[in-house]
């Protein structure tokens, strides 16, 4: 006597597609797209090759997916640290401090997946090159008003060039994660924020001596 099962033929299994992407996130985040092959990703993700070309469609389309998950999972936590600080100073330090947090995560590959693996490969790949334009220039304007409208609230200098310091900005950030991905500690990168603090908002300076009479 057969007993007939209750799944069909061929059925894909089902699973949890942010927590499969979210597997995918580490694997090409810490083997790179070219070093992660088909095999890692599937045996990391818990699908079979089938499952997978049937749900992202290939690798590369699994990658960009990936760049768009880390973006909005770990990727945004620096912009929401910025966003929560009112007063600029306050608000590039948290910023940086939270960078290096993502950058240096204990159980998580080093440094950043867009900027230690995706800005890699977009050299060989046009549409991974179009979305990270995109991404900077976003993240460029958001930090860019913040720096205009700390300027109209009296918090920084009217010569200041709010677009320039929103790229020397996150061009820092973009440091940490390069250091933290060859080995740099959390204390490492946090005294290289702290210094950059100190070039970007100097303390006032005073004349010397009394004013004669």
């Known amino acids: 006597m057969k007993i007939k099962s209750s799944r069909s033929p061929g059925r894909p299994r089902k699973f949890d597609r942010d927590e499969v992407l979210d597997r995918a996130v580490t694997t090409f985040w810490a083997k790179g797209y070219n070093g992660a092959s088909l095999d890692d990703l599937t045996a990391s993700m818990g699908i079979n090759r089938p499952s997978l070309y049937s749900t ?31 007063e600029i100073k306050k608000a590039v330090a948290a910023f940086f ?22 800005v890699q490969y977009a050299e060989k790949d046009e549409q991974v090159g179009k979305k990270l334009s995109g991404m900077f220039a976003e993240m460029d304007k958001v930090i860019a008003d913040q720096f205009l409208a700390a300027q109209d609230k009296g918090q920084l200098s009217p010569a200041a060039d709010p677009k320039a310091l929103a790229r020397m900005v996150i061009s820092v950030t ?32 005073f004349g010397r001596g009394r004013a004669r009479n």
């Open 56 to 86: 992202f469609g290939s690798k590369h389309k699994l990658f960009m997916e990936v760049i768009d998950r880390y973006s909005v999972t770990l990727g945004c936590r620096p912009i929401m640290a910025f966003d929560g600080e009112p």
């Open 97 to 118: 401090e939270a960078s290096i947090r993502a950058a240096t995560l204990k159980g998580k590959p080093r440094g950043c997946l867009v900027v230690s693996v995706a």
């Open 174 to 205: 973009h440091s940490f994660a390069a250091r933290a991905r060859v080995g740099a500690s959390r204390k490492e990168l946090s005294r290289l924020g702290k210094d950059f603090m100190r070039v970007l908002f100097p303390a006032p300076k």
